[in-house]
């Protein structure tokens, strides 16, 4: 007698360039899952030129190739939305890594009917004050206003991001806008452990400088002003999609 699995979640990851991060990764995925045999991994590439493609062929993943998706982040998350098969997806950054048993605190979060989806705790993969200090700081942000950043695994029920209309025509903080919009369908669920995420923007532009930029840019947010001015720096010298 066949038995069928059933797959309960979808993991879509944007790439652009992320040989250094895509293997572990993945790896994490596979190897921090209560159920793997239950996952699908996506991996929507926006042109890469590195090995971040051979990566993905060997781990056995979904590959979508969209060049022209290059520095619009939304629309990779959107493509791999289209493409889940699962009832749950989970948008994850390429240089991020999953808990132990994140698909199911996931699936957990989800059997209140009145969550709709949610977001991991913030964490970075750097020690030292300054990193323990932006980590912190991003704690208590998102506990006073639940607005999720994709660098904390971003997850939601497929029907209800499909029905706001998936992540907004945003070039930058396009996970804070879905999040706002998901907060008119349902209950948002922080799961209290952490998804860790390279350090590599501070280090690369320097801790201060990011600071600085990002609490004008939130602050804007959060007065509904527009954030696109933003975008050209942010994405100069960016390596991911």
């Known amino acids: 007698m066949l038995h069928f699995i059933t797959m309960q979640l979808s993991i879509v990851i944007p790439t ?3 040989e250094a991060y895509l293997p572990r990764t993945l790896r994490a995925i596979r190897e921090r899952a209560a159920n793997p045999d239950e996952l699908e991994v996506i991996v929507v590439d926006a042109g890469s030129n590195d090995q971040t493609l051979a990566f993905a062929k ?3 993943v979904r590959l979508f190739l969209r060049p022209d998706f290059r520095f619009q982040k ?7 939305l289209e493409e889940a098969r699962a009832p ?9 890594l999953v808990p132990h048993h994140f698909d199911q605190a996931i699936l957990d ?9 949610g977001a991991f705790e913030f964490a970075l993969d750097q020690g030292g004050w300054p ?4 980590t912190w700081a991003n704690r208590l942000r998102y506990r006073l206003a639940p607005i999720y950043h994709g660098d904390q695994g971003l997850f939601c029920r497929k029907a209800i991001a499909k029905n706001t209309g998936g992540y ?7 996970a804070a806008f879905f ?18 995420t390279s350090a590599r923007r501070f280090r690369d532009e320097g801790v201060w400088r990011v600071i600085w930029f990002d609490v004008r840019m939130w602050v804007r947010f959060a007065l509904r002003l527009p954030v696109r001015a933003f975008a050209k720096k942010y994405w100069t010298g960016a390596r991911s999609s």
């Open 168 to 174: 907004p025509a945003e070039p930058l903080m396009e």
């Open 74 to 80: 939304y629309r990779s998350l959107n493509a791999g």
């Open 88 to 96: 749950a997806v989970l948008w994850l950054d390429a240089d991020s």
């Open 16 to 18: 652009l360039n992320e």
């Open 109 to 117: 979060a989800l059997k209140d009917a009145k969550v709709v989806g």
């Open 179 to 196: 999040c706002r919009a998901l907060q008119q369908k349902g209950k948002l669920q922080l799961i209290r452990r952490p998804v860790r």
């Open 58 to 60: 060997k781990a056995g």
């Open 131 to 134: 990193y323990n200090l932006i």
